[in-house]
């Protein structure tokens, strides 16, 4: 007859809140970029007054991202190694991910130069090779989860796609509360399209991050025991409910759903912080219900 013999012992958790804060800065940054390069990149001259705000916004959460990073070493001083060629690991994530954390501040802030400098054909050329690195310094953090396969709430292949769509949903409703300032204090009005198209943006986003938390759910109730034992520990966790679930997304989705609501820029601004707060909400309880399953 098998037999399973279960402690209820608490497993010490080896980060602490710096790391899902890096988490969520690269995210921001990466999602501030992608809507930067909109205007120089993508030719969509709608967006040209946001190209700007979102680089610089993208450059200074880059910058506060490492120092989460290193804050959570046990030997902060020795943070160098991670860049040093003779600690390259080519099997380890996390080494391909110091790489890209180095390389995308460069390119941002010689990106930024060419906006000061109003060269569109240097901003194009920059922001053309900027852009798959915002999409690989965040991608990799998703795969940085997907490959621990101890972790069954991490091991999963939707995370990349996941942490992705979330940066730029966060990064999109940033920039809508630093365009209502923008078009508060500045007498060059941006128009309405722009702004509606920002509501759309996330809303669509929204929908596609709600997609991947049904499929991250049935995949894991399928999987087993452990992805069971996730799945339950997940949704007796009010943080990732009521935080992340409801609102995160669907309060936003419905004020900016809501026709009363999407007219009013009170309401709409409510929905992005609550979308702000709610994706650091998703990277801190993806961290830390990983680590509440004990590992079998």
């Known amino acids: 007859m098998d037999l399973?013999?279960?402690?209820?012992?608490?497993?010490?958790?080896?980060?602490?809140?710096?790391?899902?804060l890096y988490f969520y800065f690269t995210g921001l940054s990466a999602g501030s970029f992608i809507l930067s390069s909109l205007s120089t990149v993508f030719g969509i001259k709608k967006y040209?007054?946001?190209?700007?705000?979102?680089?610089?916004?993208?450059?200074?959460?880059?910058?506060?991202?490492?120092?989460?990073l290193i804050l959570d070493l046990q030997q902060p001083l020795r943070f160098w190694h991670t860049l040093a060629p003779s600690f390259f690991n080519p099997k380890s994530v996390l080494s391909y991910g110091s790489w890209l954390l180095t390389l995308y501040p460069i390119a941002n802030m010689i990106y930024i130069w060419f906006i000061f400098a109003?060269?569109?054909r240097m901003m194009k050329v920059l922001g053309t090779i900027t852009v798959p690195l915002a999409i690989f310094v965040h991608a990799y953090t998703g795969f940085a989860f997907a490959v621990v396969r101890a972790r069954t709430w991490w091991h999963s292949a939707l995370m990349p796609g996941y942490f992705l769509t979330s940066a730029i949903l966060s990064g999109v409703a940033?920039?809508?509360?630093?365009?209502?300032?923008?078009?508060?204090?500045?007498?060059?009005?941006?128009?309405e399209e722009v702004f509606s198209d920002l509501y759309n943006m996330m809303?669509?986003?929204?929908?596609?991050?709600?997609?991947?938390?049904?499929?991250?759910?049935?995949?894991?109730?399928?999987?087993?025991?452990?992805?069971?034992?996730?799945?339950?520990?997940?949704?007796?966790?009010?943080l990732y409910v009521w935080g992340e679930i409801v609102m995160g997304m669907l309060v936003p989705l419905f004020l900016l759903i809501f026709p009363p609501t999407r007219r009013s820029r009170a309401w709409v601004s409510l929905s992005a912080?609550?979308?702000?707060?709610?994706?650091?909400?998703?990277?801190?309880?993806?961290?830390?219900?990983?680590?509440?399953?004990?590992?079998?």
């Open 203 to 238: 809303i669509v986003i929204i929908l596609v991050d709600l997609f991947w938390v049904m499929s991250f759910w049935f995949t894991l109730l399928l999987s087993n025991a452990d992805g069971f034992a996730s799945i339950i520990t997940a949704l007796h966790e009010p």
């Open 273 to 296: 912080i609550l979308v702000v707060v709610g994706v650091f909400i998703m990277r801190y309880s993806l961290v830390f219900i990983g680590f509440a399953v004990p590992l079998s």
């Open 4 to 20: 399973s013999v279960l402690y209820n012992v608490p497993h010490e958790i080896p980060w602490k809140v710096y790391i899902p």
């Open 174 to 191: 940033l920039l809508v509360i630093v365009a209502f300032v923008m078009d508060k204090f500045s007498e060059k009005k941006l128009s």
């Open 118 to 120: 109003k060269d569109d």
């Open 48 to 68: 040209k007054p946001l190209a700007l705000p979102a680089a610089i916004i993208s450059f200074i959460l880059l910058l506060v991202a490492p120092v989460c």
